[in-house]
């Protein structure tokens, strides 16, 4: 919903927001640097670190194969791809519920 808000004009059917998932406004580094810049455990840390899932390093790689990512829909897409099937695939909501 954040980014609809930020892109009001644009519809969601036609053309997706940037990859803007800002945590902190007042970080230097964009959630789009983290993504296509970081390295594999950096993203593996921040990965556990924020969900807590264990499949956090395949994850992470999932990522770095798939760069460059330029929306959030690209990377849920590439996190629910990185989960292995008998793990619960299709349970698996990739954004944090608050």
Do not use: F
């Amino acid at each position: 919903m954040r980014g609809r808000l930020r892109y009001p004009a644009v519809p969601l059917y036609h053309v997706l927001p940037p990859l803007d998932m800002p945590m902190d406004p007042e970080s230097p580094v964009s959630p789009e640097d983290i993504v296509n810049h970081g390295s594999e455990a950096e993203l593996s840390d921040l990965i556990y670190k924020c969900r807590k899932e264990r499949h956090s390093h395949r994850m992470a790689r999932a990522l770095m194969k798939a760069r460059p990512i330029r929306t959030t829909t690209e990377v849920a897409q590439v996190v629910t791809r990185a989960i292995p099937s008998r793990s619960g695939l299709h349970h698996l909501y990739p954004a944090p519920i608050p």
